[in-house]
């Protein structure tokens, strides 16, 4: 089972519409948890962080239930431009070699 | 403030040789990693470094090797390239285990 594991793509929607994405992450000890977003042949970047509690960022949300070790990411309002992949990370805690394990991502794309 | 510096950003070799890709940040942090993204696998860790003068190996090092003399840089070596190492790959730098700031990657065909 790999580490991070998103819902596989590609989510084709219109315009206006509300996207959601799953992630769910295999290592309890996790302690932090982040949406990036790579556009087309061009670096990831960082979209949000996801805190315990749920936070908002504009039409962005995101989720973290971590007795179920799930991550959401809704888009709200879907805009042309948020086309591209979204990418589930979460990190491994220093006393695991502290690195960023990242999800193989989940491309959207929003039509007229 | 330029980031995260990764060149070259376009490379092509014949299987056999060798070549190092350079990452420079001037953020002074201390995590700096190498990343390689290929269709349907998503970014996987090659190397990664927590200072200078340390490093360790990620989920696929075999092939690369990487050193951290500076806190600045942090250059991957492919010791005798192969196709299966064509691939982009990403330079991050972190201010610790958490957040990462990527260059603009390398694009390497290994013909």
């Known amino acids: 089972r790999k580490e991070v594991e998103q819902d596989p793509g590609p989510f084709n929607v219109p315009e206006g519409a509300t996207v959601a994405f799953n992630c769910t992450y295999s290592n309890s000890a996790s302690q932090s948890f982040f949406w990036y977003r790579q556009d087309c042949r061009k670096e990831p970047k960082l979209l949000m962080s996801v805190y315990s509690s749920g936070n908002e960022d504009g039409r962005f949300t995101a989720q973290l239930n971590r007795a179920s070790q799930y991550i959401s990411l809704l888009i709200r309002d879907s805009k042309l431009s948020d086309s591209a992949t979204y990418l589930c990370?979460?990190?491994?805690?220093?006393?695991?070699?502290?690195?960023?394990?990242f999800g193989q991502g989940t491309e959207l794309s929003v039509k007229p | 403030n330029a980031g995260v510096t990764q060149t070259p950003k376009f490379q092509v070799l014949k299987t056999g040789q060798s070549m190092t890709l350079q990452c420079a940040q001037d953020?002074?942090?201390?995590?700096m990693s190498w990343y390689r993204q290929d269709p349907g696998m998503g970014l996987r860790l090659i190397h990664y470094?927590?200072?200078?003068?340390?490093?360790d190996q990620g989920e696929v090092p075999n092939g690369y090797n990487v050193s951290r003399s500076t806190t600045e840089d942090f250059p991957l070596r492919l010791l005798s390239a192969a196709p299966s190492q064509t691939s982009v790959y990403f330079c991050a730098s972190s201010p610790g285990d958490r957040l990462a700031f990527f260059g603009q990657g390398t694009r390497l065909t290994v013909v």
């Open positions: 470094s927590v200072g200078a003068g340390i490093t």
């Open positions: 953020m002074n942090h201390e995590y």
């Open positions: 990370v979460v990190n491994r805690p220093r006393n695991q070699g502290g690195k960023l394990i």
